[in-house]
Nanobody, 125 residues
Framework: QVQLVESGGGLVEPGGSVMLSCVVS????????MAWFRQAPGKEREGVAA?????????YHGDFVKGRFAIYRLHAKNTVILQMHYLEPQDSAMYYC??????????????????WGQGTQVTVS
């Protein structure tokens, strides 16, 4: 089992920045891909960014990110960070950390993820 705990959300002004953290515990060696998803009220959950654990740490981002967000790992702390800049009101959503054992396949495939955090709210207003 793997446990994910997110933190760092809150209220931020348009154009501002926020950093989200996801601490991973448990059977961390089974995890190959970590990702952040988000879901706004009335909308489907969508992939924000993902990072491979190990082997150079390839990253992936949703089209809407447009260079504003960065995902990276802090190995020593078993933590995955989502750093977001130039936030817009449409970025307001519940942000979820997710982990999966599967290495390959589309990073944004929600059903491929084995573990989810409880989410942290980001409101841009």
């Amino acid at each position: 089992q793997v446990q994910l705990v997110e933190s760092g959300g809150g209220l931020v002004e348009p154009g501002g920045s926020v950093m989200l953290s996801c601490v991973v515990s448990g059977d961390t060696q089974s995890v190959n891909l970590m990702a952040w998803f988000r879901q706004a009220p009335g909308k489907e959950r969508e992939g924000v960014a993902a990072v491979h654990i190990g082997d150079g740490g390839s990253t992936y981002h949703g089209d809407f990110v447009k260079g504003r967000f960065a995902i990276y790992r802090l190995h020593a702390k078993n933590t995955v960070i989502l750093q977001m800049h130039y936030l817009e009101p449409q970025d307001s959503a519940m942000y979820y950390c997710a982990a999966r054992r599967q290495w390959g396949g589309p990073w944004g495939q929600i059903t491929a993820y084995d573990y989810w955090g409880q989410g942290t709210q980001v409101t841009v207003s």
